[in-house]
């Protein structure tokens, strides 16, 4: 049985697939006939960025393909629902496609094991992508994750970069998208909310998210000084004022 929303839950609802659809002309991500692969990682974004790509298209005049691809490293201790996710993908009529690997952690290293596992991962949804002939891949990172890489990285490595909207690899063989890059974590956790997207997710032993929850909490003191702190900080990004840096 379908849920019944309230005329202000339907209103929020739309406002975050018309801003998705928002970022998704501005940066021109996908176009008529394209097949886009969306990286499924188990957590509310992805599945929400799985969902909103398949509701659009419904009411869209151009066509194109979904598929969503889900990494299982079978050396790590974390898992998701394959069965649920299976079936939602069904329901959404994408392809899914499951990959199973491993991570390597014991030759890792000094590397941690959560970013042994990361490249890992990105390096099946790369090939994947590419021996299935897709040029499009999606992510299902947000605003605040721009705004937080971005704080890292001038703490960290002394550099003003980010995750971009849009990312050609590979001599433009691959188009990295991220079309929820103008969302909010907030707008995002109500949609899932809404729309009762339970996280797939297990919490990995290996996930650090120390750095990260630190430059999170930069912002979030950012944000209490300014309300519009975390939009400023996004668009400052493309607002350089060279003249009067050092």
Request: proline fraction near 3%; include cysteine; hydrophobic fraction near 40%.
């Amino acid at each position: 049985m379908q849920k019944r929303y309230t005329k202000q839950e339907q209103a929020f609802i739309q406002k975050v697939r018309q801003t998705a659809g928002k970022a998704i002309n501005q940066y021109n991500m996908i176009s008529a006939d394209d097949t886009v692969m969306v990286a499924v990682s188990g957590g509310k974004d992805s599945l929400a960025l799985l969902e909103i790509l398949s509701s659009r298209r419904k009411g869209m005049p151009i066509h194109y393909n979904i598929h969503a691809a889900h990494i299982i490293t079978e050396d790590v201790p974390y898992q998701i629902d394959t069965v649920w996710l299976q079936q939602f993908c069904e329901d959404l009529n994408v392809t899914l496609h499951l990959v199973t690997t491993k991570a390597n952690l014991a030759t890792a290293g000094k590397k941690k094991p959560c970013f042994a596992c990361s490249r890992n991962r990105r390096k099946e949804l790369f090939q994947l992508t590419h021996s299935l002939g897709i040029k499009k891949l999606a992510f299902g990172h947000h605003l605040d994750d721009a705004v937080e890489t971005l704080v890292m990285n001038m703490a960290q490595h002394a550099n003003i970069s980010s995750i971009p909207a849009q990312l050609q690899m590979f001599e433009n063989k691959l188009e990295v998208i991220r079309p929820l890059i103008l969302l909010t974590n907030a707008e995002m956790k109500e949609y899932a909310r809404l729309l009762n997207f339970q996280s797939l997710k297990k919490e990995c032993p290996y996930e650090d998210h120390t750095i990260r929850q630190k430059a999170r909490d930069i912002v979030e003191q950012m944000t209490s000084i300014n309300p519009k702190a975390r939009i400023n900080l996004y668009n400052s990004m493309k607002k350089i004022d060279f003249e009067y840096l050092p």
